[in-house]
């Protein structure tokens, strides 16, 4: 049975006052939403955005925390003890090492949190086969993460269609450059949680945007 597409909001805002604003815009068409957690070590811009911060924006929204930076530790305890926390993603070029990956798994499993690995556009798709199996979710990035508004790299499409070929389950995320241009192709790639952050933002209606999408 095809998997069920799910579109999450991408939230990639640098401090409280953006990240009121794009959450404002999507707030009251989705009920889950993908926030952005940026370093200056993984990539080159860092956001302050917190639990602690955003909790009052938020009220009941399911999140899916897309951790872009090098030491995932210093993240994990407060975003997977926040209450709307559904899922982490982390990035495989952040923490190859398997012992360091196995323990924040069982860590995050304890506190009942999915898990979800991202890879970015340049990283072969061999390096994380024999761990897709640990992982709820694998996010394929269609850009080089930490920056909105770049184009879809479209070599990604034959990651996601491998990836769906060996893992009919799996729940491939796609991140990055979704467009009404590329959103088909991406589906019928394999991909059935498609993340979206410019493209939203930018519409003046949000609906005629997704409508623009089928």
């Given at each position: 049975m095809p998997k069920k597409i799910q579109i999450l909001p991408a939230i990639l805002?640098?401090?409280?006052?953006?990240?009121?604003?794009?959450?404002?815009?999507?707030?009251?068409?989705f009920k889950s939403f993908q926030i952005?957690?940026?370093?200056?070590?993984?990539?080159?811009?860092?956001?302050n955005l917190s639990p602690r911060k955003i909790k009052s924006v938020i009220k009941k929204a399911?999140?899916?925390i897309h951790l872009m930076v090098k030491d995932i530790n210093s993240y994990l305890g407060p975003w997977a003890n926040f209450?709307?926390?559904?899922?982490?993603?982390?990035?495989?070029?952040?923490?190859?090492?398997l012992d360091d990956m196995n323990i924040a798994l069982r860590w995050l499993k304890k506190n009942k949190i999915k898990a979800g690995l991202a890879i970015n556009p340049k990283t072969?798709?061999?390096?994380?086969?024999?761990?897709?199996?640990?992982?709820?979710?694998?996010?394929?990035m269609g850009v080089?993460?930490?920056?909105?508004?770049?184009?879809?790299?479209?070599?990604?499409?034959?990651?996601?269609?491998?990836?769906?070929?060996?893992?009919?389950?799996?729940?491939?995320?796609?991140?990055?450059?979704v467009n009404?241009?590329?959103y088909q192709k991406i589906i019928k790639a394999g991909a059935n949680l498609i993340v979206m952050?410019?493209?939203?933002q930018k519409a003046e209606n949000l609906k005629t945007a997704l409508k623009q999408l089928k």
């Open positions: 805002a640098y401090n409280l006052e953006q990240f009121k604003q794009q959450w404002q815009k999507v707030a009251k068409d952005d957690i940026l370093d200056t070590d993984f990539v080159d811009s860092r956001n399911d999140l899916e209450k709307n926390t559904k899922k982490i993603i982390w990035h495989y070029e952040a923490t190859p090492d072969k798709l061999k390096f994380i086969l024999p761990l897709v199996k640990k992982f709820d979710t694998i996010l394929i080089e993460p930490g920056q909105m508004g770049q184009v879809f790299n479209k070599k990604v499409l034959s990651k996601i269609k491998k990836l769906r070929k060996k893992f009919p389950d799996l729940n491939i995320e796609i991140d990055g450059g009404e241009k590329n952050g410019k493209y939203l």
